[in-house]
């Protein structure tokens, strides 16, 4: 998701000589029973792009997170509890939106809500960062928070980024200026993204082909900013025929966008399309994303974060419209995940974190021998591409989430799920959440600073308890 430029891959061998101040110390195991898998990589000089998160907090919430899994989930390639100790989380601070898009997720309530006191949102913060430690992605979403007062989004970014969260702005991009991502990025945003497809509805703009034009402006928006582009599109049987070239626009954009998440249609919320098409699957969206960038069997189960039936993704190391399938060695990927597991990398300058990375792993004897021909082959297979463009490379992950229709919900996706909404009775099931969306948004809230009293979502007015007079 990153917005710079990689050095080239061969500049990157260069670095390794000026590895200092790390130390290896061994690995300690243990992947089985109620404990979650230990590290086994130790390092000083953290620099701002690789930090620790080690410590008793995210050790229990690592702990938490792999216990929550089914037995036959805890594997080698599990994210979860190894590495994260949650996919991610959404912060929802208002259900407003300015479009109304044909697969809403939102309830016929949600326009009705008013936008959640600061004190409900930064009590939630809290709880987010109690629960699942410091370093861990959360969305602030919506509706479209862009809808909020400016100084209250900013706020509520800053809250999150003081807490060592990590914040990412979901929104459609129409209020979304480059002077406000300006201030938020100061604030501590990490990620933008982008939602754009034919769902929306957008005056003018009847295909994905025609959107480009919108995402290459909200591409240049991010530009030069200290932010990681990601971009959302819902696919449905009347764009599911488009992804090919789709894929193949966010190849060639490699260099500013990080990560292309593509959403399958889910019979959930206020939207009119319904249930999706039988021809709308993950099996589907994977062979036109290949077919789109002339790619064959890249390495979508290599990593597995919660079920398997809710998300897969590839990542490649692009040059050009050359690419490398960084998940094709499925043994290093597990390793990697292992010993790096107390590792946080900053995905907003993939260059310099990329380097410091490799420093980091090629202290490991280990990571010396099999990262070596990794990268050579990653040079090789890249070679065209690092001629042609001078020895740019750049980062892209394919992503692709496989939403839960609300009347079909699976129990045991949800107890694995990996992808969150915090509520006032504590994190939920996306998809769960967006089933019940109402039960949720239209209970009265506690606030922390008048415990006897409760906000009104549907008039925004503070209730106070009646008392008889004795």
Known sequence: METGQWKSLPQIFSDLSCVTGLRWSPEMRSDSGNRSPKRGIATYGMSERVGRLAGPERERALIRAWNRLSPEFRTKNQVLGRRSTVGCVALEITQRCNLDCTLCYLSESSEKVKDPPLEVLFERIDEIRDLYGAGIGVQVTGGDPTLR??????????????????????????????DLLLELSEAGLFDVAFHVDTTQERKGFATEASLNRVRSEYIERARGLKLAVIFNTTVHAGNL?????????????????????FQLQAGTGRGILGDRDDTVSLPSVRSRIEAGIGASGLSWETALIGHPKCHQAVMLATSGTSFFDVLSDRVLFERFIQEFRDLSFDRRDVAATAREVIKIAFRNPYFLAKGTAFLARAVWTLRRGLVKTRGKTGKLTYFIQNFMDARALDQERIDNCSFMVMTPSGPVSMCDHNARRDEFILTPLSLPSLPEATWDPLSGKIQLPVRRAS
């Open 149 to 178: 007062k400016r100084e209250e989004l900013v706020a509520i970014v800053r809250r999150l980024s003081e807490k060592g969260l990590r914040p990412a702005l979901f929104t459609n991009g129409i209020k979304a200026t480059r």
């Open 241 to 261: 025929h488009e992804v090919p070239a789709l894929a193949r626009f966010f190849l060639e954009n490699s260099t500013a966008v990080g990560m292309a998440s």
